[in-house]
């Protein structure tokens, strides 16, 4: 509570809109993005509208859910030649993981958006799985373009 009194959720939050693509991700983390997506069709970003609301479904998910329940709520203007309806939103989307079910002892994560990636958190921390998933992704692609991992050594006679 202090710190929602302190930092308003609207300086936490950012939103990049283009006219194919959004992302949204905390201020200064977008290379963490809670979501980015590639949309079905073309939207008129400079129309893009936002506020912060409640999201009944992420208030239940809350170990008390009588707590406010904030939620960044984006709303986007289709482009004239995009307009009815799409058969999806997003062409291409990943998703950050979601918060744990921490009230219940080995409980998996929550639900994200059905038939959507979870992408891979970037940071330096040497317990995260995802850390390491960087490391041998950037090995195996020096190997693919140099055939090896280090400029050649030159040979000293003993």
């Known amino acids: 509570d202090d710190f929602m009194q ?11 809109v283009w006219s194919n693509a959004v992302c949204i991700f905390f201020q200064g983390d977008k290379s963490n993005p809670i979501i980015w997506g590639e949309l079905a069709g073309d939207c008129l970003p400079y129309q893009a509208t ?10 239940m998910r809350q ?5 406010y329940s ?19 939103i997003f062409g291409q989307c990943v998703q950050a993981k979601l918060m744990a079910q921490k009230w219940r002892p080995g409980a998996p994560r929550f639900e994200g958006l059905p038939n ?3 992408a891979r958190r970037a940071g330096y921390d040497l317990g995260d ?25 030159r040979l000293v006679r003993a």
């Open 6 to 16: 302190r930092f308003p959720i609207e300086k936490l939050l950012a939103a990049d």
């Open 50 to 59: 936002w506020r912060i609301t409640s999201s009944e479904d992420m208030r």
């Open 63 to 67: 170990d008390e859910p009588g707590r």
């Open 70 to 88: 904030p939620a960044l709520e984006v709303k986007l203007r289709k482009a004239p030649h995009s307009w009815g309806t799409w058969s999806k």
């Open 116 to 118: 959507v990636p979870t």
């Open 129 to 153: 799985p995802d850390f390491w998933s960087y490391v041998d992704q950037y090995s195996h692609e020096t190997l693919k373009k140099t055939g090896h991992s280090t400029a050649p050594k």
